[in-house]
Each structure stands twice: as C-alpha cells, then as structure tokens.
C-alpha cells in the first residue's frame, strides 16, 4: 500500500538519515528499486517525472502498476509514489490519478504567485492523504549546451513557502539535475544552515543527487536534508549495463534480441546503485 512521504521524511529527519527517491522510467526501474528496499528494509521513494509518466501510459498506468508490484512481491518497507517537478495542472491530475506524494514546482513564478498556488495545492493534496513538497531557489542543470549553476534558496522565501502547509521543502543550494561540471563549486552549507534555522523541523530535500561527493552528502543531512533525489546516475548505469549486454552479442541467434534478456543487466545495475545510494544515505534498516 502506497503511503505519503510525510511520516517517513520526519523521521528520517529526528533520526540523522536521508530518504533516497528514485525516478522510474519503466517495469524494470520500479521492479529494481522496490525489491532493494525490501532487501535493505529501507523506506523509498518513486519519483515520476511529467515526461516518464507520459512515457508509461500515463498516471494512471504508473499508480496501477506500481500498486501492482506492491502487492505481488509482497513490499512491506513504506513506499511513496511522488511527482517530481510537478506542474500545477500536472499536480492535480497525479492527486486524481492516485499518486501519494506530489511536488510542486513553483520556483519559476513570482514569490506571491508562487505562494498562491502552493496554498490552493496543500489543501487539494491533504484533502486527499497526499504529502506535499515545494521549491524555493532553482535547481541548475543543462539545457542546449549552456549548464546553470544553480540558484541558492533565499531563507526568508523559504519560510514563506514553509509556513503554508507543505510537508517537505527543496530549497536550492548550488545543487544541479544531471552531472556536475569541472567547475562547480559545491553546495552551499551557509544558505542550507541558514534555511533550516528558518525552518526548523521541516525535512529538506536535495536534488541532482547523482555526482555530489559522499563528504557533502553526509553534511547536507546532518544540516537537516531529509529526502535526496536521484536520477541520472541510474539512467548511466542503466545505459552502460545494456550496452555492454548488446556489445557482446549476447543472445545472438539469428531471431534477435529475448527483451526480458536484453533490460535484465541494466535493472541488476539500477540494484547496486540505489544499494549504494541507500548505504550512503543511512536508510538501510529504517523501514
């Protein structure tokens, strides 16, 4: 059964530890990740992007499948299905649809724009159960060849945004989607420790968790990120794992390629790198 990311992100937050959320693309992404986290007795979390759930069918084919997995490998560790990035119309359709968390994201509007319809969505989404994340502060990224570094949060914003309601809040901090650049300069533990002392106990969250250093990561927690995001480093791992798999010829009998063969080394891969992620971030052990 499908849970907000609410009471999972609170305790990881009192607890020193950080919840991983892991984008799906498909079967075997979501299959991966949720036998891990059983494995690991690990709480998680599924991040679907706008663009992946058109890719699967739709919200609705994500919220059946994923419930369908839950049941028939037998998932007791707590699971969230999140919207990442969610537009405001794409908000309401995930609540619709059935998803348990949503996220979002209103860093492009004006601050009063921004709050206005962060507000009209807490209530639509604790009305129905869900958990709520918001942003302050872009999230850098590349986009035509031109990488932005990433926009810090301003604190008071983030109070702003906090004090409407929502359950978890990404605030940036120099933090970018996708890899990092030779010439990043690292995260900003000054805006993350002044965000928290306007926040207080509210649970944070770090995107573009892929490339940030494990020294960083483990201060980032212990400055109050409570959820990391995670994406491009199983899309890599992914990638490479069916790469290698068709570069050997594997499987090669004059009638092509067995799929459930084909995808088979990439979800192995996505296994070891949410284990790794999951190590990391000191969930194992805390479903």
């Known amino acids: 059964m499908l849970v907000s990311a609410t009471e999972m992100l609170k305790k990881a937050k009192a607890g020193h530890y950080a919840v991983g959320q892991f984008n799906i693309n498909n079967l075997e992404w979501t299959k991966s990740i949720l036998l891990t986290a059983q494995e690991l007795s690990s709480p998680v979390i599924l991040g679907v ?69 962060t507000t009209e969505l807490v209530k639509a989404a604790h009305d129905k ?9 872009s999230i850098g990224g590349e986009e035509d060849g031109v990488v932005g570094m990433g926009e810090c949060a301003d604190p008071d914003e983030c109070k702003a945004i906090a004090d409407l309601g929502i359950d978890f809040l990404a605030a940036g901090i120099g933090n970018i989607h996708g890899k990092y650049p030779e010439n990043w300069k690292g995260l900003s533990f000054e805006t993350l420790d002044a965000v928290q ?37 199983c899309q890599l791992a992914f990638a490479a794992a069916t790469r290698k798999y068709v570069e050997e ?21 996505i296994k070891a790198t949410v284990k790794d992620k999951m190590e990391l971030f000191g969930s194992v052990g805390q479903a």
């Open 129 to 137: 159960g869900l958990s709520i994340e918001a942003e302050v502060g």
């Open 197 to 233: 002392q306007k926040t207080g106990d509210m649970p944070l969250v770090l995107h573009g968790g892929t490339g940030i250093p494990a020294d960083m990561i483990k201060k980032a927690i212990s400055l109050g990120v409570a959820k990391i995001n995670v994406n491009t480093e």
């Open 249 to 269: 010829g594997k499987d090669l009998q004059g009638k092509g390629f067995d799929p459930r063969k084909l995808l088979a080394p990439g979800a192995e891969a």
């Open 49 to 117: 992007s706008e663009g992946a759930g058109k890719y699967m069918g739709g919200y609705h084919a994500v919220v059946g499948m994923v419930n369908g997995l839950l049941q028939d490998l037998n998932i007791t560790v707590p699971v969230a299905l999140h919207l990442d990035h969610g537009s405001f119309e794409g908000c309401y359709k995930c609540i619709e649809a059935g998803f348990s968390s949503i996220m979002f994201d209103g860093s492009h509007y004006a601050i009063d724009e921004n709050v206005a319809k």
